[in-house]
């Protein structure tokens, strides 16, 4: 049984000034080929999860291709294609196959095509024989669109945010394309959608309203009515026509799989207003960490670069200087994006007290902060996930430094990267848990590896790409009604 494997995951923000080329891809990973069998180590990611399942099933896998890029802006289309045209070419030179498994985002979107996935599954489609079976695992905030169900081809979602079944995924999805191959199964897909967008923070399958819906869909698949129930809150910071909550239901009967796809949606749709973020002002919250025992762990919500901002926001620095974070007897930590910065820094040595303008220098959301600090460190800023989501998968932050503003301590990166992970900061000898604040830019995923250390966790109302405040987002080509900026009741 020979089986094709490729990734290709980019996640969009419509809202940031700036274009995904192939060297955002190469900033995180590109690996090419026989590389793929051994490039991610013990990563718990889907490429890894695919590769297990075909060694215990005795399957050739033959990799392709698998790269991807941090959510950002819209992707180039000259480099979409560039990739794109590899993977094809790559899938060419190993014909015939008995099947492929892609790993996709679900929510990437191009110059020219608002729906990057469907193009790439359809490439794909085109270099096989007809029959041949094709299964992607997607990321629980894609956007799923019609497009995307083509013949012999099924998806399987993330189950978990934040996302800590990300190697399951795609074992799971690989799994069902070899009982797809040897016979056992035939799957057809069903979808339903409704406009509407949540937070993410708001949308996490531990808690309700969502957890509720997950736990109706794991009861069908345990009563054997589908196959596998996908659930996706999409990525809500991008601006494209049938933007919206998606039931996407793996099963063997059409009708079954399209009246419990119906269901769940409109489960959700019934609870929309639940989905409500709780939000704090910034300087509440700073207030609170400089004045409380134990750990404030906050969310610098509005500049995440998970969620596809450039993570060079200076709103939370700004705070903590004006609050007197600088003066206070414990530490308070956050970061900022901004090359220039860092190789400045870089240049003047650790032990040097040196005079930055930092931050907006990707975004051109608002004006640098002019800061005075220490160089306590210089890193190349590789470091290993070691929490539950990502777990093994090596980060790439590019040139990094440690600016200690008094007692504040800037982690100045040159890439932006995931904030879920206590390694960015422990990689350049930063110990979060002895911190009087920590603010992360992740909208949620954070959650899984500082709950075990904070004795408080907020959510900040901070401006950016990545505003939590749905209303307050300018979606221009999304389908009306669209709850919440539309406040339907049918």
């Known amino acids: 049984m020979r089986i094709a494997i490729a990734e290709f995951k980019q996640e969009t923000n419509s809202f940031v000034p700036f274009t995904t080329t192939v060297k955002t891809f190469e900033d995180q990973y590109l690996y090419r080929g026989d590389d793929i069998l051994t490039a991610f180590g013990n990563a718990r990611l889907e490429v890894p999860g695919a590769l297990d399942a075909c060694r215990e099933a005795g399957a050739t896998p033959l990799p392709l291709l698998a790269t991807m890029a941090m959510a950002s802006g819209t992707v180039e289309r000259k480099s979409f294609d560039t990739l794109m045209n590899e993977i094809v070419e790559r899938l060419r030179a190993v014909l015939p196959v008995d099947g492929v498994f892609l790993a996709l985002h679900g929510a990437m979107i191009l110059e020219d095509e ?15 024989k007809p029959g041949t079976p094709i299964t992607v695992s997607l ?18 979602g993330y189950r978990e945010f934040p996302h800590i079944d990300m190697y399951e995924t795609g074992y799971r999805c690989t799994k069902l394309l070899i009982d797809w191959i040897n016979g056992k199964v035939k799957p057809v897909m069903a979808l339903s959608k409704r406009h509407m967008v949540f937070s993410p923070d708001s949308a996490r399958t531990t808690t309700p309203p969502l957890s509720d819906i997950v736990a109706e869909g794991r009861a069908m698949e345990a009563r054997g009515e589908v196959l596998h129930v996908s659930l996706f809150p999409v990525q809500p910071w991008i601006d494209t026509p049938d933007l919206g909550f998606a039931a996407l239901v793996c099963g063997e009967d059409q009708q079954q799989a399209q009246v419990a796809a119906d269901k769940l949606a409109k489960m959700a749709w019934d609870r929309r207003a639940e989905f409500e973020p709780d939000v704090t002002p910034l300087d509440e919250i700073i207030r ?16 995440t670069p998970s969620g596809g901002a450039a993570a060079d926001s200076t709103a939370v620095l700004a705070g903590l200087l004006a609050a007197g974070a600088d003066r206070a ?3 308070s930590i956050c970061t900022i994006c901004d090359a220039e910065a860092a190789v400045e820094a870089a240049k003047a040595g650790v032990g040097k007290t040196i005079t930055l303008a930092v931050g907006h220098k990707r975004s051109g959301l608002g004006d640098p902060l002019t800061v005075t600090g220490k160089v306590k460190t210089i890193s190349d800023g590789q470091y290993v996930l070691e929490g539950p989501g990502g777990n093994g998968m090596v980060g790439e932050m590019g040139l990094t430094i440690v600016l200690a503003i008094g007692s504040i301590r800037l982690n100045l990166r040159s890439i932006p990267h995931f904030e879920w992970d206590l390694g960015i900061h422990k990689s350049v000898g930063l110990d979060p848990a002895a911190a009087a604040l920590v603010f992360v830019r992740s909208p949620s995923h954070f959650r899984v590896s500082y709950t075990p250390i904070a004795a408080r966790i907020f959510l900040a109302d901070t401006p950016g790409p990545t505003c939590v405040n749905m209303r307050r987002i300018p979606f221009t080509k999304v389908t009306r009604p669209f709850y919440p900026l539309d406040l339907a009741n049918d």
Do not use: C, F, K, N
């Open 288 to 303: 609170i960490g400089l004045s409380s025992p134990g750990l404030t762990v906050a969310s610098d919500s509005g500049d």
């Open 114 to 128: 608002p729906d990057a996935e469907a193009e790439i599954v359809r490439r794909v489609r085109a270099e096989l």
């Open 139 to 156: 990321d629980l905030h894609g956007h799923i669109t019609a497009a995307m169900l083509q013949p012999d081809v099924a998806y399987i």
């Open 329 to 331: 007897d414990r530490i």
